[in-house]
Nanobody, 123 residues
Framework: QGQLVESGGDLVPAGGSLRLSCAAS????????MGWYRQAPGKQRELVAT???????TYADSVKGRFTISRDNAKNTVYLQMNNLKPEDTAVYHC?????????????????WGQGTQVTVSS
C-alpha cells in the first residue's frame, strides 16, 4: 500500500520561498508519475505541477517561472520549490502518485494521495 507524507508548509511573507517535500513509500517510486495539487478554501482543487518517471515536468500557468518540481529517486521524495510566493498561492498542497502496480501496462494502476501541508502567504 502506497503512502505519501508532505512536509514543509509554513507561513511566509509575499515574495518569500518555501520548499515542500513529499516522502513516498510502498511502491516503486522511480516508476511513478508524481504531482502537486493545491486547494484553497472555497475553491476547486487545481493541478500545480507534475513530474513523470521520465523526468518530464509540467506546470500550471499561474506558477510557471516561480515553482519547480523535482525528485530524488534515492530518497523516494518529490519536491516543490516555490519562489516569489504570492497571497493567491495560499492553499493546502497535496502530493499525488500514479502508476502501474506491475511491470507493464497490463497491471492494475494505483493513485495515492497525501494528507497535505498548509502554505500561507501573507501580504
Amino acid at each position: 500500500q502506497g503512502q505519501l507524507v508532505e512536509s514543509g508548509g509554513d507561513l511566509v511573507p509575499a515574495g518569500g520561498s518555501l520548499r515542500l517535500s513529499c516522502a513516498a513509500s510502498g511502491f516503486i517510486f522511480r516508476l511513478s508519475d508524481m504531482g502537486w495539487y493545491r486547494q484553497a478554501p472555497g475553491k476547486q482543487r487545481e493541478l500545480v505541477a507534475t513530474h513523470t518517471s521520465s523526468n518530464t515536468a509540467t506546470y500550471a500557468d499561474s506558477v510557471k517561472g516561480r515553482f519547480t518540481i523535482s525528485r530524488d529517486n534515492a530518497k523516494n521524495t518529490v519536491y516543490l520549490q516555490m519562489n516569489n510566493l504570492k497571497p493567491e498561492d495560499t492553499a493546502v498542497y497535496h502530493c499525488n502518485a500514479r502508476g502501474f502496480k506491475g511491470a507493464s501496462v497490463e497491471s492494475p494502476r494505483y493513485d495515492y494521495w497525501g494528507q497535505g501541508t498548509q502554505v500561507t502567504v501573507s501580504s
